[in-house]
């Protein structure tokens, strides 16, 4: 089995800084992900990085976790990427994957 956690930063890559408040992005993001998978956990966080120029960014920050029972989800995240990267305006959305083991009791 596989674990997918994605970490979506809210800030828009062009102005540098959040144009969608926080419970408005969850409300996206959670209806987005439940239109494809039969569930997700979403944590809040606090993403920081440093640009090339040296300017220190922390953004608020969703890590959006994703198993995979049975059927490969792969493609259906690679789709979840795409279309959060277009609806927040990202350059890019981390993907770790992870072999895992784990069951529903």
């Known amino acids: 089995m596989r674990k997918f956690t994605l970490y979506l930063g809210l800030n828009d890559k062009d102005t540098k800084t959040q144009q969608v408040e926080t419970v408005e992005a969850y409300k996206i993001v959670s209806n987005l992900l439940l239109k494809r998978f039969d569930g997700a956990t979403i944590f809040n966080a606090q993403g920081i990085y ?5 300017e220190i960014v922390t953004e608020n920050t969703f890590r959006i976790e994703l198993l995979e029972f049975g059927n490969s989800i792969f493609e259906q995240v690679k789709e979840v ?5 277009e609806i927040f305006n990202q350059e890019s959305v981390a993907v770790q994957i992870q072999d895992v083991t ?3 009791w």
């Open 50 to 54: 440093k640009h090339d120029n040296g």
């Open 81 to 85: 990427v795409s279309l959060l990267k």
């Open 102 to 104: 784990s069951d529903l």
